[in-house]
């Protein structure tokens, strides 16, 4: 087969794969609200490619912040990485590409997130695909596969998980500004933005993870109590959440409730 067939074949199996991914996402999304979207963008996924479990975050300030997943089991792993502040999502989001843990009981990918690599297994998950939302010069979030067994994706799910993410980065940026929460904002529904700028796409889709707004103002209080940094609060909070076997959000829910302080000297 000459190069130009090679590269008419896979272009063709691109398209098709294009319009596999786009005619499921907008089956699952049809009448859906806009807080209902993410939710079905991971059902999707599930039905587009052969993992167990999906879930989907923002970048945030100093940490992830959850926006859906398919399942209990992905929502834990994707708040475990949240509270660990480590973990395959968390380099994807930094480093903008994709980052892959063929299997989490493996030396190699266990010397690269040790806590986060033996917590995750323990619940069933021995793979994990992370793949950067946004485009080449901006990422916006990450869109995290999960498997319940070891080993790699083929050559053309990897290319399918490829399509999936830029076609989960148009659905969310497509959702209407009205979510927006801040009517002062100059960059809201009526800013000057451009409406498909992703520099703006974590900071208005953000009131849709609203349950994280309380690591926020736990992270805030914590501040007040102790006189730090908003970089040393969050570690607290994690480090706290870690020894009591929480997830940070469960902690920064009895933070805000004054169920717990971290100026009180009693153990």
């Known amino acids: ?33 806009p807080r209902e979207v993410p939710q079905r963008l991971c059902d999707a996924v599930l039905k587009l490619l052969p993992v167990s479990g999906a879930s989907m975050s923002l970048r945030g300030d100093g940490m992830p912040v959850p926006l859906s997943a398919s399942g209990e089991q992905a929502a834990y792993v994707m708040e475990l990485q949240v509270t660990l502040g480590d973990g395959p ?48 010069t901006v990422c916006v979030g990450t869109l995290d596969l999960y498997r319940d067994v070891p080993g790699e994706l083929g050559a053309d799910e990897v ?21 927006w929460n801040d009517p002062d904002d100059p960059d809201g529904p009526d800013g000057p933005d451009d409406p498909d700028d992703l520099d703006d796409v974590g900071r208005w889709l953000s009131p849709l993870a609203i349950d994280h707004d309380d690591v926020y103002r736990a992270v805030g209080m914590v501040m007040a109590q102790l006189g730090v940094a908003a970089d040393e609060a969050l570690s ?13 959000l469960e902690l920064a829910h009895e933070v805000v409730a004054l169920r ?7 153990p």
């Open 89 to 136: 999502c968390l380099e994807a989001a930094e480093t903008g590409s994709v980052v892959s843990a063929t299997d989490l009981m493996s030396s190699r990918d266990a010397s690269r997130w040790p806590v986060f690599a033996q917590q995750a297994a323990a619940l069933g998950v021995r793979s994990v695909y992370a793949l950067p939302l946004g485009d080449r």
């Open 1 to 33: 087969m000459t190069m130009g067939h090679r590269d008419r074949d896979r272009d063709r199996d691109r398209g098709r794969d294009r319009d596999r991914v786009a005619e499921v996402i907008a089956e699952e999304t049809r009448g859906a609200g």
């Open 236 to 248: 607290l909070l994690r480090g706290h959440a870690f020894a009591k076997s929480r997830t940070v």
């Open 159 to 179: 290319r399918t998980a490829w399509v999936v993410a830029e076609n989960v980065t148009e659905a969310l940026v497509a959702l209407p500004r009205a979510e």
């Open 260 to 266: 717990t302080r971290f100026d009180d000297p009693s």
